[in-house]
């Protein structure tokens, strides 16, 4: 199986478009989103559309949650998310709230031994973006795989079992690369964002994982990041989340 795994799109459906392209001759047979499909962005319905042709599995983020408890009324907190958050809410039908209300906080995936979450693979909300941080979910964690987004980084944590105990190692893939799975190891793996960098590479980050062959590859792309920043500035969003689409961060 090749899964297309997408993250933190972010409403940037600019970028999600950049990134499809880029994918599609480079076959794959399933999408899995791994969340916040939603907040920051100018194009929370197209992306939603999106994610619906494509028939993908879509998880649970900490961005879409809040979204969803904004609609139920338990959120009255103002602040960019929550202008974000606020503005999109009315521009989504109830069916399109009615789909993200479907998804889950997390899916074990048999076909390939797979864990998909936002956060790690013991929570939505936590980060995994630290060794120290891996340590704790791999201690809690028994699985080999996961699949997790949420720090808008791509990257690897691994651990092997070795004479002085378990060690933790960590990757990075600012411009790309690839990861061969070691195959006693258990490894997290982040595929980084579509729609909201933070690695200070401002391209659009996603992978495919080639589960024949325990392969991890990561792709940068290219997009165009003024053009969003003029549709959020036009929606009346606020400028930091255009502005920071530029820089990466």
């Known amino acids: 199986m090749r899964l297309l795994l997408l993250s933190d799109i972010h409403a940037n459906f600019t970028a999600l478009e950049a990134v499809l392209a880029d994918a599609q001759p480079r076959k794959y047979s399933h999408v899995v989103h791994l969340g916040d499909a939603l907040g920051y962005g100018p194009h929370p319905r197209e992306v939603l559309g999106a994610l619906r042709n494509l028939d993908a599995t879509c998880i649970m983020g900490n961005h879409d949650r809040m979204l969803l408890d904004r609609a139920d009324g338990l959120s009255h907190k103002v602040s960019i998310v929550s202008q974000a958050l606020a503005w999109q809410l009315e521009r989504l039908s ?15 995936d048999p076909e390939i031994g797979a864990r998909y979450r936002h956060g790690t693979p013991l929570s939505l909300d936590d980060y995994t973006d630290s060794v120290a941080a891996a340590r704790e979910a791999f201690a809690g964690w028994h699985g ?4 997790v987004g949420h720090t808008h980084n791509p990257s690897v944590y691994a651990t092997l ?33 579509v729609g909201q960098p933070r690695d200070g590479n401002p ?7 080639d589960s024949s062959r325990a392969n991890f590859q990561v792709f940068r792309v290219s997009y165009d990041a003024e053009q969003v920043q003029a549709d959020v500035n036009q929606a009346g969003l606020p400028e930091v989340l255009g502005a920071r689409l530029l820089l990466g961060k």
């Open 94 to 108: 109830e069916r399109d709230l009615a789909w993200v209300r479907s998804w889950r906080d997390g899916i074990d």
């Open 144 to 147: 080999r795989l996961a699949f």
């Open 161 to 193: 079992n070795a004479p002085v105990g378990e060690w933790v190692k960590h990757q990075a893939f600012m411009n790309g690369g690839s990861y061969m799975v070691p195959p006693g190891a258990r490894v997290i793996l982040n595929p980084g964002s």
């Open 203 to 209: 391209q659009a980050s996603y992978a495919i994982y």
